[in-house]
């Protein structure tokens, strides 16, 4: 993988990633950089997705550059990302077949909970547009090589940037906090995109595929209804959420660190009034979390998630607070370095997150792809996406389920079996753990 742009230096820390095979030792990752703010939930794992090898794919070709577009008139919108600088999004243009075909990702990176979290991030691609690359790779999904992405590669597909610290919901009119100015204006965002995409033709789009990675794939669960109502009655129109199923589990000292700091998030960018589902009777984080938000979507979803999860069990299951002797350091970092009993509570979490989705297996035209990596995000990326070497679930990539589902072609439910049974994995390895 490629070092760091210098738009991205800013986020923060310097990570070492590593892909380990079939439990192997030895690296084929690179250093790249993760927002790590004012705490460890804010970690933008989900961003080393978007960073591939230079040549990935196994036709070798490079992946498309594709250049940063910013909103027109964001401010007279109230567009805004987090600093009051205008929001930004990559659109490369589809050919042939797919001159009417649209597939739109909306970027991930985590949330902020407080006004120290969300000025951290203002001073990042996270929060600001200034600190944006101007260019960004197409990778994965959103790669125009047929060879690595067979059914998508010529649709107009877009990157919408992540700006706004709440999953593009928030919408507060309000810019002073404490005297400082903040825009908490996701949900202004995502109506402002959509507005121009629709002018530059998705508005007449004969099939549309609203995608997310992480914080973005939530974001896809929240709008994916919303997306469906802007387009042609007879266009097909479907939603594919990656690793964005965040669990309501208590973590393994016993506290709901993860419901805990949703209820912030919620209530700092006056999130309840925008989700109609969202009763009294619920604590303000759990309107956050996708179990609650997919029991009211009635367009098709792709739920693509690992069953080990590696983002929420260093911050969910594991988060750093709950294990003050350091006696999960290491399968946080590795899980084939898990004893048996943490093996035990890992398989615990897999049944967890098999017990949310139990009503989502019911539904006929949803698709389901749970692999027993210890991953975070892997639909932008080739390794993941489709390649020689892509993990697999009853011998299909994720790319060639997803497209079977896409298409008609059959009913996609796959679910892998437990950790450690899948030998086509690619399991993250930490090189030390994350730090506020």
């Known amino acids: 993988m490629p070092p760091p742009s210098s738009a991205s230096a800013p986020a923060a820390h310097h990570l070492r990633l590593w892909w380990r095979r079939r439990g192997r030792a030895g690296a084929v990752g690179a250093t790249f950089a993760v927002a790590l703010l004012a705490a460890a ?9 978007s960073v591939t090898p230079v040549t990935s794919s196994s036709s070798g070709r490079r992946p498309a550059l594709v250049g940063l577009t910013l909103v027109r008139r964001a401010e007279e919108k109230g567009a805004l990302c987090l600093d009051g600088s205008a929001p930004g999004y990559h659109l490369q243009t589809g050919s042939g077949s797919g001159s009417r075909s649209w597939l739109i990702h909306l970027e991930g990176g985590g949330w902020c909970r407080n006004l120290k979290s969300c000025a951290s991030r203002k001073r990042s691609m996270l929060g600001s547009s200034r600190y944006m690359e101007h260019h960004v790779e197409f990778t994965g999904i959103l790669s125009d090589d047929k060879y690595q992405n067979p059914d998508f590669y010529n649709w107009n597909k877009v990157k919408i940037r992540y700006c706004d610290g709440a999953s593009f919901s928030g919408n507060v009119k309000d810019e002073l906090q404490n005297g400082t100015k903040f825009f908490f204006r996701g949900q202004r965002i995502w109506e402002a995109v959509m507005n121009e995409l629709l002018l530059k033709g998705l508005g007449h789009a004969k099939q549309a595929f609203l995608t997310g990675c992480s914080a973005g794939g939530l974001a896809t669960y929240i709008h994916c209804d919303a997306f469906r109502a802007l387009l042609p009655k007879d266009s097909s129109v479907k939603c594919l959420a990656d690793g964005g199923f965040f669990l309501d589990v208590e973590d393994i000292s016993g506290k709901r660190t993860i419901r805990a700091f949703y209820s912030d998030v919620v209530r700092l960018q006056g999130l309840r009034e925008q989700f109609s589902y969202c009763n009294s009777n619920m604590e303000p984080g759990q309107c956050f979390f996708p179990r609650e938000v ?69 539904k006929g035209d949803w698709g389901i ?62 090189a030390k753990p994350f730090k506020a």
């Open 41 to 49: 939930l804010l970690l933008a794992l989900s961003y080393y997705a």
């Open 369 to 430: 792809y749970i692999n027993s990596c210890f991953v975070h995000c892997q639909s932008l990326n080739s390794f993941t996406w489709h390649s020689p070497s892509s993990p697999r679930v009853n011998n299909k990539t994720i790319a060639e389920a997803v497209g079977d589902w896409f298409f008609d072609r059959r009913e996609v439910k796959e679910i892998d079996c437990e950790y450690p049974c899948n030998p086509t994995c690619h399991n993250l390895v930490f």
């Open 294 to 362: 997919v029991k009211d979507i009635v367009t098709p979803v792709f739920v693509l998630n690992p069953a080990y999860d590696a983002w929420q069990v260093q911050h969910v299951l594991v988060p750093e607070a709950s294990d003050p002797q350091h006696a999960w350091l290491n399968c946080r970092l590795d899980i084939s370095k898990c004893s048996s009993n943490q093996l035990e509570i890992l398989q615990g979490f897999r049944k967890d997150l098999h017990d949310a989705i139990s009503e989502l297996k019911q």
